[in-house]
Each structure stands twice: as C-alpha cells, then as structure tokens.
C-alpha cells in the first residue's frame, strides 16, 4: 500500500463500496489458472484474500509472464527490480500487451488499482476477461479448465446472393406496419372541444 493514512466520511464508504465487489471465490479460481499458464515460476499468493493477491500480482512479472504465455513476446523484457517505478512500468507493459491481445482499455484496470490494492476488483475483472478472451480464441495457448472462463461471443458472419438480397427488398415485414384500418381522419384538432352530435 501507497504512504496513505486511513480514509474517513466519504472516502471511507466509496472504498467499502469497492470493497464489497471483490470476490474470493473468483481469486481462487484465478489463481488456478495463473498457476497453470504459467506454470512453477507464478507460485501462489503467500496469504489467501484481497491483500495476498495484490502482493502476488504487485511487481508485474506474474502478469508479463502470463500475457507472454498467451500471445509470446508481447512483453519483450521482464526484469525483477524492487523499485517502485519499474514495477508499475512492468504493470504499464502488461497492459499495454493486454489492449494488443484483444481488450479494450476501458475493460482494464489502472496501474494505480493494483499498485495501491485500492480496486481489486478491476484487477480480478481484468483477469477474467483475459481468461474468457483467451478460451474463445482457442488458439492453442490457454491452460487450464475452459470451464473456468465463459467463452465470448463470436462474429456469425453470413453471405447472401445478390438474387437473395433483391428478393427481400420486395417484402414488407410485419413490423413496418400497414396503411390500412385506422386513420385520424375526421379527428379534431388539439384543444378542440370533442363535438357530440
């Protein structure tokens, strides 16, 4: 954790709020498979919960080696180094290697999040959205259990003929409605008094 004191009031809540998404069975199932993908190097966290976790991810060389076991050579050079700078650029690297693989940045967590162990959470659904990215390009790579991940949604790509395409141009669907039943004619006007005969 950062130099930072106790947080009170509103601070205090929000991070309890953060707090409460963070799901030890999800770690679990996470520190399975970085074990697998990795392999003897990752070990596995010294203490189980929120804090064990952070410490184990922390310096960014679990992380690179785990990308570089998905998409190698993404992270060209991974150095264990205790200084603070360089652990949070081995965590930059990572997730940097992370958006060329497939995720979207606003799908990742920040470098802080995890560095602070402040939003855990994000890190855990980072992960999990590796994993599922992972399973679903099935490319060879992933190691583990794929039921551990759910598999995302692929592209159903379809090709019609062009005879195909004119023949629907000339059908109505049933959702564009009719022309026919009711009209507004012989309505009044808006704020017209409604005339009884």
Partial sequence: ???KGPSYGLSREVQMKIDQKYDP?????????????????SGKP????????????KDGTILC?????????S?????????????????SQFLRA???????????????????GKDMAS?????????????????????????WFPKKSMENRRDFSQDKLKEGQSVIGLQMGTNRGASQSGMTGYGMPRQIL
């Fill in 123 to 147: 890190v855990q659904r980072t992960l999990m959205n590796l994993g599922s990215l992972a399973v679903t390009k099935n490319d060879g790579y992933f190691q583990g259990n794929p039921d």
């Fill in 75 to 91: 992270v060209a050079k991974i150095q264990t180094s205790s200084m603070a700078f360089k652990q949070m650029e081995q965590v």
């Fill in 25 to 41: 069975e999800l770690e679990n199932i996470l520190v399975q498979w970085i074990s697998a993908q990795v392999g003897p190097q």
């Fill in 46 to 57: 010294e203490e189980v919960g929120k804090g064990g976790f952070q410490k184990w991810l």
């Fill in 65 to 73: 080696h785990l990308i570089n076991s998905l998409a190698p050579n």
């Fill in 1 to 3: 954790m950062a130099n």
């Fill in 98 to 116: 992370c958006e060329r693989y497939g995720i979207a940045a606003p799908d990742q967590f920040q470098t802080v999040d995890l560095w602070e």
